[in-house]
């Protein structure tokens, strides 16, 4: 049904793209009369109290004309560390989505000093904006100058979502307000929702999980402590390695948010106030209806937490590694989430044949050693009777916060990634042949030394009470009947444009296809960590949720201002995300996606 539905608004989408004049609806690019000029920007950056920056690739110290010797011996070591990279306009935290399509359109360190550093899909300009009235005034300019608007906190982005050639970036990494609440009271609102903490949108989660360490709490987050905490992961949904089985996904745990809308207007949205506005923004994407520049969200008691982690490894080619070992780490995984206790596997190739599968459970809430014993005696039976090496350890902390990473990653030499994700159902993972089936696809599944594939444990709190609980998300249905999430990560390390359109044509046409098969029902992903080249984006990110999206989408932001890419509304745009065809087609086509997805 999905593939007539796509069919038929290719074919009708076709038909009317040739019926309609040719006119487009084009934001402003360099040299063109709309284009601001020079006094323009130096008043907006008098508004931003000195805070407008002209940008370029980070790597362009390295050459003429812009050469700085001592700059750029230090970048190689710069350019490794997460951190660093958060805080760069020029900058995300891998090079696929800085360059273009060409190998003209890039700008790399180890290029000779002589060699072109172009632009890319690095902004021209960034607002390293401080405060609220900062972001009003760059949005309001944006608006005013029809300039391609990028919003970016931390640059953690495999999609291209955060940037975009000829465009103007809101850097919010600045932002970083934390406040605490005992008891917090939404605005319109007489209801104690009991502890919460407000951040930011500059905040990355490991300054949140650093914060809670120290005060007693935690947040459902994921675990790169530089991705920002209010940003696209939460508004993508905010999924948990194991924190999720137990609190649910990270947008059902938050309680409002602070936006700035597209007409540069600063609006509160919670269940009481803009409640249209509040559910939008719990799932369907960041940098869509609006700029959030603080998020408040539930918190939970920092409780002591037992960690069992066990590796199984083996020849890929040995059946026994997939017919017992992986499907012998999903059948423990399975009992335990039945006793209510979370778990992450991981799988990774090591070399072309060795391959390390790993299986990490959290026992949240206790710290009762006889159990966590217990517990190992029946996990080293499992893995016993497989016949393969394998370790296990385990060690009780006093504080989720210890397992939680807090200080920046160091990324390897070229690092550049691309992800791919999909739900497996609670029906498959806990049928009678589930783990053995997994593991079966698992086995056919195409992966290479330096690439991961790992499972968020979701079901549990996410999927329990689902008429009561999670009615107010825009997440697609089907992740209250899942059990986990598949993500796959593939590494990209030659930065040239023909491994970038490689990998990417891979990942769509081969892994992501493998991935889909595994349950063609339940053909559902995770837009923070999906195909970039998705074709069928409505569907498989919101399903029947989308029309309402789409609606509110034209409300808040009629002409389209917040752009994403795959985002809701992101069909009536261009491949170059610059141009839309006139605004009735625009609007049809809105409405034949609407009456699809219904």
Not at 223 to 244: M, N
Not at 292 to 311: F, G, I, L, Q
Not at 481 to 502: D, G, M, Q, W, Y
Request: charged share 20%; hydrophobic share 35%; proline share 5%.
């Amino acid at each position: 049904m999905t593939f007539v539905f796509s069919a038929l608004l290719g074919a009708f989408l076709g038909c009317i793209w040739l019926a309609t004049s040719g006119t487009l609806t084009c934001r402003c690019r360099p040299g063109e009369p709309c284009w601001p000029s020079a006094s323009e920007w130096a008043a907006l950056n008098t508004t931003l109290r000195g805070n407008l920056l002209e940008v370029r690739p980070v790597a362009h110290v390295c050459h003429d004309p812009f050469y700085d010797h001592f700059a750029c011996q230090k970048l190689p070591g710069l350019v490794r560390d997460s951190g660093w990279r958060a805080s760069q306009p020029g900058a995300l935290q891998g090079w696929i989505w800085e360059a273009g399509w060409t190998d003209g359109e890039m700008c790399h360190a180890h290029s000779p000093r002589g060699a072109p550093c172009h632009q890319g899909r690095i902004p021209l300009y960034s607002a390293a904006v401080e405060s609220v009235d900062q972001v009003q005034a760059a949005v309001r300019f944006a608006q005013r100058h029809r300039l391609r608007l990028v919003v970016r906190n931390t640059g953690h982005d495999t999609a291209g979502r955060s940037s975009g050639s000829d465009s103007f970036q809101i850097h919010s990494h600045r932002m970083k307000h934390m406040e605490y609440h005992d008891n917090f009271r939404a605005v319109d609102s007489d209801i104690d929702q009991g502890p919460a903490v407000s951040v930011g949108a500059g905040v990355i989660l490991g300054e949140v999980y650093a914060r809670g360490a120290r005060d007693g709490w935690v947040v459902v987050g994921g675990e790169c402590p530089t991705v920002g905490a209010a940003g696209g992961f939460l508004q993508g949904g905010g999924v948990s390695s194991f924190l999720s089985f137990v609190d649910g996904l990270a947008v059902d745990n938050v309680l409002e948010f602070e936006v700035v809308t597209a007409k540069g207007e600063v609006v509160v949205a919670n269940n009481h106030r803009n409640p249209d506005l509040f559910w939008a923004l719990r799932g369907g994407g960041g940098s869509t209806f609006g700029l959030v520049t603080r998020a408040t969200m539930r918190v939970r008691r920092n409780v002591p937490v037992c960690v069992s982690e066990m590796v199984v490894s083996g020849n890929r080619t040995n059946p026994l590694l997939w017919t017992r070992g992986v499907a012998g780490l999903f059948s423990i995984l399975r009992s335990f989430n039945k006793q209510g206790i979370p778990g992450q596997f991981i799988l990774q190739p090591l070399s072309e044949h060795q391959v390390n599968a790993n299986l990490t459970l959290y026992s949240i809430n206790t710290n009762d050693t006889k159990r966590g014993a217990e517990n190992i005696q029946s996990i080293e039976k499992v893995l016993e009777s497989t016949n393969l090496p394998f370790s296990l350890s385990s060690r009780c902390l006093p504080k989720i916060s210890d397992v939680l990473r807090t200080g920046p990653d160091i990324l390897p030499t070229n690092y550049g990634i691309l992800t791919g994700s999909v739900l497996v159902s609670e029906d498959l993972f806990n049928s009678e042949h589930g783990p053995l089936y997994l593991a079966n696809q698992l086995k056919q599944f195409p992966m290479n030394p330096g690439d991961l594939l790992f499972t968020s444990n979701l079901g549990g709190n996410v999927t329990v009470d689902t008429k009561k609980k999670h009615t107010g998300t825009a997440m697609h249905p089907a992740w209250r009947e899942a059990a986990h999430l598949i993500n796959f990560v593939r590494s990209v390390s030659t930065p040239t444009a023909h491994e970038k359109a490689r990998a990417l044509e891979e990942l769509h046409s081969i892994q992501m296809r493998k991935l889909y098969d595994m349950e063609p029902r339940f053909k559902v992903s995770y837009r923070n960590l999906g195909d970039p080249l998705e074709s069928d984006a409505p569907q498989v990110y919101w399903g029947p949720n989308y029309k309402r999206l789409l609606e509110i989408k034209r409300k808040w932001d009629r002409e389209s201002l917040f752009f994403s890419q795959l985002g809701v509304g992101s069909e009536g745009w261009s491949a170059d995300e610059m141009c839309r065809r006139h605004r009735r087609l625009y609007h049809l086509t809105s409405s034949v996606a609407q009456w699809l997805y219904l």
